[in-house]
Every structure is written in C-alpha cells, then in structure tokens.
C-alpha cells in the first residue's frame, strides 16, 4: 500500500510538471495567434486590449480544461494496470 501512494505520489508530480508546461506552451500559442491575428486583420485600436480580451475567452474555452486529461487519462491507465494485474 506504501508503494502504491509513494507511486501516485511522484506520478502527480511528474504529471503536474507536465501540465504547467502544456499550459504555458499553449496559453504562449494563443497569444501570439492573437497579436498576429490584430496585425494582420484589425490593426487599429488598441492590441493589448484585444490580446487581453482573446486570452480571456481562452481561459474560459474547452481547449484549456482538455489539458486535465494530462491528470485523468494516466491515472485512469494506472488504475486499470492494478485492477487487472492483481484482480484479473
């Protein structure tokens, strides 16, 4: 039982890490979709205030609540290794 915690233990960490990277990488997307977006499209007004107004509606979008399945999927996996290995 030890084993099992230490190992969801380090797995949520590396799983973490990995997720902060997903999330930087791709909030750094769409920011720079957006200016070029402004620069090519609109090109008057303010381009901070549509950035900030683009990134906004990211955050609240599906594509960044997918970045949970960083969490869900892997240990959905490892739940299902134990299962069969030791009850199968």
């Known amino acids: 039982m030890f084993a099992l915690g230490r190992l969801m233990l380090v797995g ?3 799983l973490s890490v990995v997720y902060v990277c997903l999330m930087l990488y791709s909030r ?3 920011r ?3 200016e070029a977006e402004w620069e090519e499209e609109i090109g008057q007004g303010n381009r901070d205030t549509y950035v900030e107004s683009g ?3 990211y955050d609240k ?3 960044r609540k997918l ?3 960083v969490y869900v999927v892997p ?3 490892m739940c299902a290794i134990v299962y069969f ?3 199968h």
Request: no cysteine; net charge positive.
């Open 61 to 63: 979008s599906l594509r």
């Open 67 to 69: 970045l949970l399945g």
């Open 28 to 30: 750094a997307a769409r």
């Open 85 to 87: 290995t030791n009850f």
């Open 75 to 77: 240990f959905a996996l």
């Open 32 to 34: 720079e979709a957006l």
């Open 55 to 57: 990134m906004r509606e």
């Open 12 to 14: 949520f960490l590396a």
